[in-house]
């Protein structure tokens, strides 16, 4: 087709994509859990996400796959969730303000694989780990 739509289809990964290629020097500005101001870029953020896709996959995770994720809104999380989407798995955030039984339940049902987790949920999914059989690593 000619003109001026895109012709490819509008995945959530080839959003990141477009922001790393026009705008690959624009900041994120966000501040990690641990206190400090984190800055980076559209085009280290894509390069990020894509070595998320590369660690999933060597963990054996693929379309469809469901990874969890437990965490506050920070760059990291960021990178996550287009590295999950990127492989074609399902990036499946979990609110850590429910309930632990809350939380057992709805990751047991959705079956995830691997839940990535901030360093403030440690002490949470040490307490869940033994009740979610599906979870095959926590980073």
């Not at 995945?11 to 020097?25: C, K, M």
């Not at 990291?76 to 990036?91: D, L, N, P, S």
């Not at 429910?98 to 049902?109: C, D, S």
Request: aromatic share 8%; glycine share 6%; proline share 4%.
């Amino acid at each position: 087709m000619l003109g001026l739509m895109q012709n490819y289809p509008l995945l959530a990964h080839t959003i990141l994509d477009h922001a790393a290629l026009n705008h690959g020097d624009r900041e994120m500005v966000t501040r990690a859990i641990e206190g400090p101001i984190r800055r980076i870029n559209y085009h280290d953020l894509r390069l990020r996400a894509l070595q998320v896709a590369k660690a999933l996959h060597n963990e054996g995770i693929s379309t469809g796959d469901r990874v969890a994720t437990m965490a506050w809104n920070t760059d990291r999380h960021f990178e996550t969730w287009y590295g999950v989407m990127g492989i074609g798995a399902i990036c499946h955030t979990l609110n850590p303000r429910l309930f632990a039984e809350q939380l057992v339940y709805i990751i047991n049902h959705a079956e995830d694989k691997i839940l990535f987790i901030d360093l403030t949920f440690v002490p949470l999914a040490e307490e869940l780990a033994a009740k979610l059989p599906s979870i095959k690593k926590y980073i």
